[in-house]
């Protein structure tokens, strides 16, 4: 089944920059729609970035203008840049597949930290 395979999460200062990678395997890349969602201390499992329709992506209005989600389908991983960072974007950062065709499904990565601390 799909694995999904996260990686890039740290400690950054304010102001800093990351990017995560979340790696995909297990079945056909091109059937899934890939996304990111995050979770912080306390609080409900938000959309951070994914795709709406069309060419649209679906961005949090908290990540709008810093945050950009992207895909490789060659490598098979989805990436998520995020610039600017502030301390309320720390969290665990998850990947997620969205299957497309038959009955919907979503799978999960393990997650990765993320700390924004100066």
């Known amino acids: 089944q799909v694995q999904l395979v996260e990686s890039g999460g740290g400690l950054v200062q304010p102001g800093g920059s990351l990017r995560l990678s979340c790696a995909f395997s297990?079945?056909?890349?091109?059937?899934?729609?890939m996304g990111w969602y995050r979770q912080a201390p306390g609080k409900q499992r938000e959309l951070v970035a994914a795709?709406?329709?069309?060419?649209?992506?679906n961005y949090a209005d908290s990540v709008k203008g810093r945050f950009t989600i992207s895909r490789d389908n060659a490598e098979k991983t989805v990436y998520l840049q995020m610039n600017s960072l502030k301390p309320e974007d720390t969290a665990v950062y998850y990947c997620?597949?969205?299957?497309?065709?038959?009955?919907?499904?979503?799978?999960w990565g393990q997650g990765t930290q993320v700390t924004v601390s100066s």
């Open positions: 297990g079945s056909i890349f091109s059937m899934y729609a």
């Open positions: 795709p709406s329709s069309g060419a649209i992506t």
């Open positions: 997620n597949a969205k299957k497309q065709y038959g009955p919907p499904r979503d799978y």
